[in-house]
């Protein structure tokens, strides 16, 4: 996919978005964007403000319907002195955005239909003192948040100042965007929340770039569009694990419902760009966004070390899969949760579909029994280090092999999870 659609719902699927009627919610006084939109604005005034005399340019990246500048500059003193390009996509948008700046008496605000993502959008704008990029990040992927990072700096002015918005949501990749920013050499200025959102300013502190035309920052995607090789039945169920009003028993059948395999790296982000993932990045995931959406159920970690044996391999993960185990077996490590319900702590595994869950009681490991180690700060080593403490390498390689080769098959020719459990 290779066009942007305007001040996205961040982590939303794309196809489930109407854009012009996501808009609405700036209407509710309650609406977690309105306090975004609050916060994304007086990072505007200040930029203003800081400024020094003379004319100011300021472009807004997926614009929308240009809420976040033109709220902002309607009233300000400064107004006159600022020149804008809005770049959007979609057309309902740029012709809201164009009635909102011509009622604020904005004549030297423009709204361009086009795409975001490329640097001929901003030819005739650029340099540019003030950038807004909000409600992208949660759409791109991390690869491509640092390249847009990264690329800004061929869009500003000398001291120019970049406005951002993050989800914080899991994965919360908040700290690697300072990270990003930081190495393209800008300095922080603010950071604040407007939860489930962060809402950045950093400075540029470094030379500018000269603009380049034709280079693409970054690829607007939302999570459905990454995963075409998924059933629509599929895709219904997954959504619920960026819905922020879905229930406990949703999030649990959602996590169960994406397809096993092992996605690049073995990491969260990876398996929601990729759209499969095993025990390690489920696991992890779906305890981030219990800790943050359901606290109560103190989610916790265990790794398990078990054997496994090839007939129980082919049984839960399909022929191909099952054929990689060695006929001795193997040692390996599994990871899985253990929650608080009803003042009763169970076993949690969404490794692999099943029967649904009763949002009640305990779903069992499913690799069966073994040794258990309760995970610590940090899962992902914890892991490692029990793998290179209980398991051989030369048994394991060709069943990685194998998840490997399952991860870049498409899902409709995987025969895996289906014994659930």
């Not at 309760?374 to 092999?401: I, M, Q, T, V, W």
Request: proline share 8%.
């Amino acid at each position: 996919m290779k066009t942007v659609a305007g001040e996205a719902a961040e982590g939303a699927p794309r196809g489930a978005v109407d854009w012009r009627a996501w808009h609405s919610s700036y209407g509710d006084p309650a609406s977690a964007l309105v306090a975004r939109l609050a916060l994304v604005q007086a990072h505007v005034r200040a930029a203003l403000d800081r400024a020094p005399p003379g004319p100011i340019r300021a472009i807004s990246i997926c614009a929308g319907q240009g809420h976040d500048l033109i709220g902002a500059l309607a009233g300000h003193p400064r107004r006159a002195d600022v020149s804008a390009r809005l770049v959007e996509l979609d057309a309902g948008n740029v012709q809201a955005a164009r009635r909102a700046a011509g009622a604020a008496g904005l004549s030297t605000v423009e709204a361009l239909a086009g795409d975001a993502s490329l640097t001929d959008a901003y030819a005739g704008a650029v340099p540019a003192d003030l950038i807004l990029i909000c409600g992208v990040f949660g759409n791109i992927s991390a690869r491509d948040i640092a390249a847009a990072i990264d690329g800004l700096g061929q869009l500003c002015a000398p001291g120019a100042t970049v406005i951002w918005t993050r989800h914080r949501r899991a994965p919360d990749l908040v700290p690697s965007i300072l990270e990003a920013f930081a190495h393209a050499g800008f300095e922080q200025l603010a950071l604040g929340d407007a939860p489930p959102f962060a809402v950045g300013a950093n400075r540029l502190l470094v030379a500018p770039s000269p603009l380049q035309l034709g280079v693409r920052l970054f690829e607007f995607i939302g999570y459905e569009a990454l995963w075409p090789q998924l059933s629509a039945g599929e895709l219904a169920a997954l959504g619920a694990l960026f819905r922020p009003d879905s229930s406990l028993e949703e999030l649990v059948e959602a996590v169960r419902t994406l397809p096993y395999g092992r996605p690049a790296g073995d990491t969260v982000e990876s398996m929601l760009i990729e759209g499969r993932g095993t025990s390690a990045p489920k696991h992890l995931f779906l305890a981030q966004v219990l800790a943050q959406r359901f606290p109560d159920t103190e989610p916790a970690l265990v790794h398990r070390v078990y054997r496994l044996d090839r007939a129980r391999a082919r049984e839960l993960f399909g022929p191909a899969i099952g054929a990689a185990v060695p006929p001795q077996g193997l040692t390996d490590v599994h990871r899985y949760l253990t929650i608080t319900l009803d003042g009763r702590r169970i076993p949690l595994d969404a490794t692999l579909p099943g029967p649904p869950w009763d949002g009640r009681s305990p779903l069992a490991p499913v690799c069966g029994g073994g040794a258990d180690f309760p995970a610590g700060a940090d899962p992902d080593a914890e892991k490692l280090a029990l793998e290179r403490e209980h398991c051989d390498p030369a048994a394991r390689a060709g069943l990685l092999a194998a998840l490997d080769a399952a991860a870049a098959r498409p899902a409709g020719e995987l025969d895996l999870g289906r014994a659930g459990g």
